[in-house]
């Protein structure tokens, strides 16, 4: 299935050609924004990491990416041979000679770098840890150049019209569907590649359960939800495991349930607690340290304890990949299909979690369901169709590669947010462009943001798309 009918696909990074490509260049001139967003997007293979004086590491969160002064990343959380965690900053510099020629050996800014990534080179005395990314990529630099090419290095001002706005008003409404759905089908295929791609070091089943866990944490939350699938191996494989033992195991492991307070704690945390003891030894290692966790600020129905609730209960019945594999061979309507899903999925009441936002919440009466629409269309469009396009594909199945592809382009529209409001604002300034219902057009106006506006400034300096964009 294509959608480049109108040659818009000419104006996206990954099909234009480059003078300069990561495969391409020697390590000495690498840019090094690109090891950032490796390491931001944590592009590597995090089995058996060690650092370069030959530390076993692991990575439980690789810190949010500073843009100012100071260390690349902070608030990284990082395990050195099986100790409790840490908390610190992460620098980045192509080679280990960064950390003195860059002086942050003398700015006292840095004194809380816990480990310095580069790509290769022998560690410094008197350094952090070295991190060398050389041989720990998820795949090889030349498939991941034209991914590199589309991170983005800036952020958007606010309340910002684009340069683009003023050709796209000129296009009619026909033009502006399709340009927004092969933005569309590019970040379609981008989520592919990463899927096949992490499919390749831990096979497909692992890889499901890691994306339905990073997608269950949100923004803030998504690495320490991932390290809980990560650290379980979690494949939906059956461990004659109810939905409440496996609520306990994950609450367990997240970290979330402490010592049991006297007559204080309720019937459902002391019920999770009978579970939880006899295997909280074993599963030590994996334990999460609270600080691993952004709570400040959450809404109260994304609290990560419902949304490890809701794992459970898919985890217990220990047939989602089955589920997804018939739907997805299900020659039903298309207008249908999502129904569907959402009809098989929905875990419907719960005598505890629908009446609660934590386990320590006082209960409210009005009934609050674990999985809503505008989720389960992030889940859909993020974890289910990517996965169930990559699996078709790698296994040379172009029908079902087809119907997942259709299916996401069809899929009902969810849930606004920022992000989508300023980057329709960018791009169709004061007038107005009436697009279609669907997630697919929302996920278009995300790869346009990512792939063009994030690149650029306010005033779209050396931005692309404008020119490209036929008038």
């Not at 260390?71 to 041979?81: G, Q, T, V």
């Not at 004194?111 to 410094?124: D, E, R, S």
């Not at 499901?208 to 939350?221: C, D, K, M």
């Not at 990560?230 to 409440?244: C, I, M, V, W």
Request: charged share 20%; net charge positive; with cysteine.
């Amino acid at each position: 299935m294509t959608y480049f009918k109108y040659g818009f696909n000419r104006c996206w990074p990954r099909f234009r050609p480059s003078s300069r490509r990561f495969s391409d260049l020697p390590s000495k001139i690498f840019p090094e924004r690109w090891l950032q967003q490796i390491w931001r997007h944590q592009r590597i293979d995090r089995q058996n990491l060690r650092t370069a004086e030959g530390h076993s590491i692991r990575i439980l969160h690789p810190g949010f990416w500073n843009r100012g002064p100071g260390p690349d990343f902070a608030h990284a959380l990082i395990s050195f041979n099986g100790a409790s965690p840490i908390s610190g900053s992460v620098e980045i510099d192509l080679v280990p000679q960064g950390w003195l020629h860059h002086g942050h050996n003398r700015n006292p800014a840095f004194k809380n770098v816990i480990l310095h990534v580069v790509w290769t080179g022998t560690p410094l005395l008197n350094s952090p840890p070295m991190l060398s990314l050389e041989g720990h990529l998820d795949s090889p630099l030349k498939t991941l150049g034209p991914w590199l090419d589309q991170q983005a290095p800036n952020l958007v001002p606010l309340l910002a019209t684009g340069r683009c706005a003023t050709r796209l008003k000129h296009l009619d409404p026909h033009s502006v569907h399709q340009l927004l759905h092969e933005a569309a089908q590019v970040r379609l295929q981008r989520k592919t590649e990463e899927c096949t791609a992490r499919a390749g070091l831990v096979g497909w089943d692992r890889t499901l359960w890691e994306l339905i866990f990073s997608a269950l944490g949100y923004h803030s939350n998504s690495w320490p939800m991932r390290c809980i699938a990560e650290h379980l191996q979690l494949d939906g494989t059956p461990r004659n495991s109810s939905a409440s033992a496996w609520e306990a195991r994950l609450l367990g492991v997240a970290g979330m349930l402490g010592p049991l307070p006297q007559n204080q704690a309720s019937q459902h945390t002391t019920e999770l607690w009978h579970d939880w003891w006899r295997e909280r030894d074993s599963l030590a290692p994996s334990i999460l340290p609270k600080t691993a966790w952004a709570l400040a600020g959450i809404r109260p129905a994304n609290h990560p304890q419902r949304r490890l609730a809701l794992a459970s209960g898919w985890l217990a019945g220990g047939n989602l990949q089955l589920h997804l594999h018939h739907w997805i061979n299900d020659s039903l309507p298309d207008a249908r299909a999502s129904g569907r899903l959402w009809k098989t999925l929905n875990p419907g009441a719960d005598p505890f979690w629908s009446h609660h936002w934590s386990i320590s919440c006082t209960g409210f009466n009005e009934h609050r369901a674990l999985l809503g629409k505008s989720r389960f269309t992030d889940l859909a469009m993020n974890c289910f169709l990517p996965w169930l396009h990559a699996r078709a594909l790698a296994e040379g199945n172009t029908v079902q590669a087809d119907c997942a592809a259709k299916r996401y382009h069809l899929w009902p529209r969810g849930q606004d947010n920022a992000v989508l409001r300023l980057t329709r604002q960018r791009l169709a300034g004061s007038h107005q462009i009436q697009l279609p219902c669907s997630a697919a057009i929302q996920q278009g106006l995300l790869q346009i943001a990512d792939a063009f506006c994030n690149r650029s400034d306010a005033l779209c300096t050396d931005c692309s798309f404008p020119e490209t964009v036929p008038v």
